[in-house]
């Protein structure tokens, strides 16, 4: 069975808040049922995963939520990004869960990432994320931001990722970013399918 952490080294990485009234309204199921199923669907995207931040440092803040759009390849981001269905659905997410008045800062950051570095690792439902100062460690992959698509970008240029079995995973990494995914195609239920 294909890992979908290694299905592509190409992304778009979207951080983003959602209103304060969204989860109780349904905002995690509607990812599962509705979110997750039309982008994993649409020519060019690879595996795309919604995640939210759970804990550790949060380098995305004031941003509370991020995505992992996995493409193809490099030639995919014009599809990917212009193509008119997949953005008259972008439209209807931030009518129905999108904060209206964000300022710049806390607004949707869109970047185009490519991996630069690969370890033997499963994905998970959680994952830990530092920005990068170094070398990468040993048990985690590094990211590079290529450039700012919308928005201020992420504040860093290069990122490490590491997958993890728990909701620490990685966490003993100083200053790392913890977060759970929500939505993603090899989800069942909310839990990674076996």
């Not at 080294?9 to 304060?20: E, F, G």
Request: charged share 20%; net charge neutral; glycine share 10%.
């Amino acid at each position: 069975m294909p890992d979908p952490a290694r299905d592509f080294d190409v992304m778009l990485l979207i951080t983003y808040a959602i209103r304060a009234d969204a989860d109780p309204r349904g905002y995690e199921d509607w990812l599962r049922r509705v979110d997750s199923p039309f982008f994993n669907a649409a020519p060019g995207i690879t595996h795309y995963g919604n995640w939210k931040v759970t804990g550790g440092t949060n380098h995305f803040a004031p941003n509370t939520h991020f995505d992992f759009v996995g493409m193809a390849s490099p030639e995919s981001l014009d599809r990917v990004w212009n193509d008119p269905e997949l953005n008259r659905f972008r439209r209807e997410w931030r009518r129905l869960w999108g904060i209206a008045d964000a300022s710049p800062t806390a607004g949707i950051q869109t970047c185009l990432c490519e991996r630069t570095a690969t370890a033997a690792m499963q994905w998970s439902d959680h994952l830990a994320l530092v920005p990068a100062d170094g070398a990468t460690p040993a048990g985690w992959e590094t990211w590079r931001a290529l450039r700012a698509l919308r928005g201020t970008g992420l504040g860093f240029d290069r990122f490490h990722v590491r997958y993890g079995a728990g909701p620490d995973a990685g966490g003993q990494a100083r200053g790392a970013l913890l977060a759970t995914c929500i939505a993603a195609p090899n989800l069942t239920a909310g839990r990674p399918a076996p």
